[in-house]
């Protein structure tokens, strides 16, 4: 699915000629590194995941030439909070990159030290992050995408 916009009716929340989109997805880590989706699950406008040394990189349908980052946020699901993993994300328009840590020993990992999202330690059937980015597009004055 594409990314999706939203024209916000409360009068001065984006600036004028700008809407609000918002890009989604929930990741599986570990070895099977895929997008969840399912009946009660969807991905909006992420193109991809990948990993690269280590780093989970989201690839995303963002429009440089239209568009205006906010923000590229991912949450850890209940399953990796128990495990003391936290997340960090680098870039945020069409790639953002994702850092994983833990705050106590993990496998073979110290503790604090970067894991790489592919990483047996995590389970793809239960290891999750997920992810949100927000972003500003330019509208025509008419309402259509410029």
């Excluded at 699915?1 to 997805?25: D, I, K, N």
């Excluded at 429009?63 to 990796?80: F, H, I, Q, Y």
């Excluded at 833990?102 to 239960?126: D, E, K, Q, W």
């Amino acid at each position: 699915m594409s990314a999706q916009q939203f024209p916000l009716p409360a009068e001065g929340l984006c600036p004028p000629g700008w809407e609000l989109v918002v890009r989604t997805a929930i990741v599986r880590l570990g070895s099977d590194l895929s997008l969840y989706t399912d009946t009660n699950h969807a991905s909006l406008g992420v193109e991809s995941v990948t990993v690269d040394e280590g780093w989970l990189e989201v690839r995303t349908d963002f429009d440089g030439a239209r568009e205006k980052c906010l923000s590229a946020t991912a949450s850890v699901d209940a399953t990796l909070a128990g495990k003391g993993v936290f997340v960090g994300a680098s870039g945020g328009a069409s790639l953002t990159r994702y850092a994983l840590y833990s705050a106590r020993t993990l496998g073979h990992y110290p503790a604090f030290s970067r894991i790489p999202a592919s990483s047996t330690v995590f389970s793809s059937a239960i290891d999750n992050l997920w992810i949100t980015h927000l972003s500003l597009r330019r509208v025509a004055q008419d309402g259509g995408a410029v």
